[in-house]
């Protein structure tokens, strides 16, 4: 009996039912988990990140007329009658236009057209810049401004309230940006999860085709 085929000791024989029946549910497991990535029938709160977006678009749009009305003011002309901050700032060194110059062009650049290419291209990498120069600017006047509030700075220059209020804003319009920024980041990331939870968010398609040289046709086939 040499030529009998040999069986292994550790050979398991599964009943065809049993197998149909583990199949069925591994089927069932595996549908109902797709059912859930692409049910398009579930709820959503009023305040979706959709609506969020939204939101934030229009708080951006504020911010850039609230940020420019605000260099406009201080740049305004310098009068006896009606004297400008800038006249303000320049009673200390030199530092301090240099600041206002900087941040000035930052919420140019980061800001206002950093943050309106993140929101239009749902990129929040673009966010980066603003985020990282508006947190630097916190920090620094913030140490400025502790040394010079421990030596009474306002109320040895005579400070008005317009100056008290601009550097109010060197703390406020920051940190405003700063937050905005990280607003938008995770909104855009929530975004992208519920346009593909509600069909909104199409995968790309390709399209492959296949020709046959010999009698000349084509078959394509398409790849979601």
Same mark, same amino acid.
């Given at each position: 009996?040499?030529?009998?085929?040999?069986?292994?000791?550790?050979?398991?024989?599964?009943?065809?039912?049993?197998?149909?029946?583990?199949?069925?549910?591994?089927?069932?497991?595996?549908?109902?988990?797709?059912?859930?990535?692409?049910?398009?029938?579930?709820?959503?709160?009023?305040?979706?990140?959709?609506?969020?977006?939204?939101?934030?678009?229009?708080?951006?749009?504020?911010?850039?007329?609230?940020?420019?009305?605000?260099?406009?003011? #201080?740049?305004?002309?310098?009068?006896?009658?009606?004297?400008?901050?800038?006249?303000?700032?320049?009673?200390?060194?030199?530092?301090?236009?240099?600041?206002?110059?900087?941040?000035?062009?930052?919420?140019?650049?980061?800001?206002?057209?950093?943050?309106?290419?993140?929101?239009?291209?749902?990129?929040? #990498?673009?966010?980066?810049?603003?985020?990282?120069?508006?947190?630097?600017?916190?920090?620094?006047?913030?140490?400025?401004?502790?040394?010079?509030?421990?030596?009474?700075?306002?109320?040895?220059?005579?400070?008005?309230?317009?100056?008290?209020?601009?550097?109010?804003?060197?703390?406020?319009?920051?940190?405003?940006?700063?937050?905005?920024?990280?607003?938008?980041?995770?909104?855009?990331?929530? #975004?992208?999860?519920?346009?593909?939870?509600?069909?909104?968010?199409?995968?790309?398609?390709?399209?492959?085709?296949?020709?046959?040289?010999?009698?000349?046709?084509?078959?394509?086939?398409?790849?979601?």
């Amino acid at each position: 009996m040499s030529n009998s085929p040999r069986i292994p000791r550790n050979l398991s024989v599964r009943a065809k039912d049993q197998q149909g029946v583990q199949n069925n549910q591994e089927a069932n497991e595996e549908g109902g988990n797709s059912g859930r990535r692409i049910d398009n029938t579930q709820s959503w709160p009023f305040f979706n990140p959709s609506t969020r977006f939204r939101l934030l678009k229009i708080i951006f749009v504020l911010m850039c007329l609230v940020d420019i009305m605000h260099w406009a003011y #201080l740049l305004r002309d310098d009068t006896n009658e009606n004297p400008n901050s800038w006249r303000f700032y320049k009673k200390f060194k030199s530092f301090d236009l240099y600041y206002l110059v900087a941040r000035m062009f930052a919420d140019i650049f980061t800001c206002v057209l950093g943050l309106g290419a993140a929101m239009w291209t749902r990129k929040p #990498l673009l966010t980066l810049p603003c985020t990282t120069i508006q947190l630097l600017f916190l920090l620094i006047r913030a140490a400025v401004w502790s040394v010079r509030s421990y030596n009474r700075v306002l109320e040895k220059t005579h400070a008005t309230n317009e100056d008290k209020l601009f550097v109010i804003c060197e703390f406020a319009l920051p940190a405003i940006w700063a937050l905005l920024s990280f607003l938008i980041v995770h909104t855009t990331r929530r #975004l992208r999860c519920y346009e593909q939870l509600h069909g909104y968010a199409r995968p790309p398609i390709i399209v492959l085709t296949v020709k046959n040289d010999d009698n000349d046709e084509s078959v394509q086939i398409e790849i979601a």
